[in-house]
C-alpha cells in the first residue's frame, strides 16, 4: 500500500512539474518604486535617438527623460552601451486567438458566415497564450488581436501583453470594424497549366452590397427611436459618432478605389487602408485621400510574372515617402507566432532605403497613432506610459534584439518564459 501511495505521488509531482515548465511568467506586480536609467541610447520612436541619456519613471508614467545633471541614487542603474526602444506595437494580429494553427481547437480568430459585424475579438483573447512571451521577448509589448474572415470580421481592440486576463489586458476595448472588400477578379493558381487564371467574381456585386447594406442601416439605425436589440447595427453604428474606426482591407487598386469612395461618400472618418503590393498604382490617390495605411505581409513574394521581385519589400518606403502615414504589421507566415519577427520585418526595410528611425517608427509612433493610442503609447516622453524595452544593440536586427529588461506600464516583466528556460537547459546539458 506505501509503495502505491508513493507511486501515486511520484506521479503527480512529476505531472505538476511539467505542467509548471508550461505556465507562461506571471503578469508582473505594479510599480512601486522610482527607477532612473542612465546613460542609454534612447530611441524616443519620433525619428530622435538621444545619446548617453537618462530616462526615469514612476508609477508606470515616464517623469523624466534625456540629458539632466543629476546626483546619483544607490538605486540608479547604468545602462552604458545599451539601448532603449519604446515598446513596438503589433496591429492586425491573431495573437491571443489562435495557439496551435494545426489544431482546430485552438482556433478562435475565424466566425462562419460573411456579416460577422457583433463578433468581439477581446473575449476570446487568451492572455495564457504560450506565444506571447515569445512576441515580448523580441520587444512586442502592445498588438490588435483582430477577427478574421467574410466580408465584415468583427471587433478588434488593443491589448498590452502582461495580463491575468482579457479585462486587465484591455487598452482599446472594441476600437475598430473590419471589412474585407471584395475583389471584381479572382486569382488562383491552376496547377494543370502551372499558371496563375484571372476570373471574374460573379458575386462581386451581391458581395458588396451586403457591405452597403450593413453600413446603411447602421447610419440609419442611430435616428431611430427603437428598442430593439440588433447586435450587427449596434456594432456599427458607433462608426458614424464615435472614434471607433473602419478598417478597410482592400487588396487591388479597384477595391482601393471603390471602398475609399464609399466609406467617406457615407460620412466615416475614421478610416484605416491595410493594403499589399497592390497599393502601388494608387498611391497618389490614397494620399489625397488622408487615409493611415498598414502595410501587410511585408515578406511576400511579387504577385505577378512582371513584378519587381523587392516589390512586397519597397511598397511601405514608396508610401511613406508620397506623405502617406504608414505603419506595418506581419500577418504572414506561420500566424499569430511570426508577430515576433515584426522588428525584423522594419529592419528589412532599412535594407531597401528607409532610415532605420523611420523604419522604427512605423513599428512604434504611427502605429500607435493609427490605432489612436499615441497619447499614452508609442514614443518615449515625459508623461507617457513607461512602456519599453531595453536591448544590447540594434532592436531591428536579429544579432542586436537581445533583451535584458522591458517594461509595461512601469511593470519589470519577466522575460524567463519556456523558450528561455529550454535554452538554459541544453546548453547546460551540453556544455555549451
Do not use: C
Not at 487591388?252 to 475614421?270: E, L, M, T, W
Not at 519597397?314 to 500577418?331: E, F, Q, R, S, W
Request: charged letters at 20%.
Amino acid at each position: 500500500m506505501k509503495n502505491t501511495i508513493k507511486t501515486l505521488a511520484s506521479i503527480l509531482l512529476l505531472t505538476f512539474s511539467t505542467m509548471s515548465m508550461a505556465l507562461t511568467p506571471v503578469p508582473a506586480d505594479a510599480q512601486k518604486d522610482s527607477v532612473v536609467y542612465h546613460n542609454a541610447t534612447i530611441h524616443i520612436g519620433n525619428g530622435q535617438v538621444l545619446e548617453n541619456a537618462t530616462i526615469a519613471f514612476d508609477k508606470g508614467k515616464i517623469t523624466r527623460i534625456g540629458h539632466f545633471r543629476m546626483a546619483w541614487q544607490k538605486t540608479d542603474i547604468d545602462l552604458k552601451g545599451k539601448h532603449v526602444y519604446p515598446g513596438l506595437i503589433l496591429p492586425l494580429t491573431s495573437l491571443g486567438l489562435t495557439e496551435i494553427a494545426a489544431v482546430k481547437a485552438t482556433r478562435d480568430a475565424r466566425e462562419t458566415g460573411q456579416n460577422n459585424a457583433n463578433v468581439r475579438s477581446i473575449i476570446a483573447y487568451n492572455t495564457d497564450s504560450e506565444i506571447i512571451p515569445t512576441l515580448r521577448y523580441n520587444g512586442v509589448l502592445l498588438a490588435q488581436p483582430t477577427p478574421q474572415g467574410g466580408l465584415v470580421s468583427g471587433l478588434s481592440s488593443i491589448v498590452q501583453l502582461d495580463a491575468w486576463n482579457w479585462q486587465d489586458a484591455t487598452v482599446v476595448t472594441d476600437d475598430a470594424v473590419h471589412v474585407n472588400w471584395p475583389n471584381a477578379m479572382r486569382s488562383s493558381y491552376d496547377f494543370a497549366s502551372s499558371k496563375v487564371v484571372t476570373k471574374k467574381n460573379k458575386s462581386y456585386k451581391k458581395q458588396v452590397n451586403v457591405i452597403k447594406s450593413l453600413f446603411e442601416d447602421a447610419k440609419a439605425s442611430i435616428h431611430k427611436q427603437n428598442n430593439k436589440v440588433n447586435l450587427k447595427l449596434d456594432a456599427v453604428s458607433p462608426v458614424f459618432s464615435t472614434s471607433r474606426r473602419v478598417y478597410i482591407n482592400a487588396r487591388s487598386p479597384k477595391a482601393i478605389i471603390a471602398s475609399i469612395n464609399y466609406f467617406q461618400s457615407i460620412g466615416v472618418k475614421n478610416l484605416v487602408l491595410v493594403v499589399g503590393q497592390d497599393a502601388e498604382p494608387v498611391i497618389g490617390f490614397i494620399k489625397q485621400s488622408g487615409i493611415p495605411v498598414l502595410v501587410s505581409s511585408i515578406h511576400k513574394l511579387p504577385k505577378r510574372n512582371d513584378s519587381s521581385v523587392d516589390d512586397g519589400y519597397t511598397i511601405a518606403i514608396k508610401l511613406h515617402n508620397a506623405g502617406v502615414m504608414t505603419a506595418i504589421a506581419y500577418t504572414g507566415g506561420m500566424g499569430a507566432m511570426s508577430g515576433r519577427n515584426l522588428a525584423f520585418t522594419a529592419g528589412t526595410l532599412v535594407s531597401y532605403g528607409l532610415k532605420k528611425e523611420q523604419a522604427l517608427q512605423m513599428i512604434t509612433s504611427n502605429t500607435a497613432k493609427i490605432l489612436g493610442i499615441d497619447k499614452n503609447y508609442g514614443t518615449l516622453e515625459v508623461g507617457k506610459s513607461a512602456t519599453f524595452f531595453i536591448t544590447q544593440g540594434d532592436a531591428l536586427d536579429m544579432s542586436g534584439n537581445v533583451l535584458s529588461d522591458a517594461y509595461i506600464d512601469g511593470r519589470k516583466l519577466k522575460l524567463n518564459a519556456r523558450q528561455q528556460e529550454l535554452n538554459q537547459r541544453f546548453l547546460k546539458k551540453y556544455d555549451l
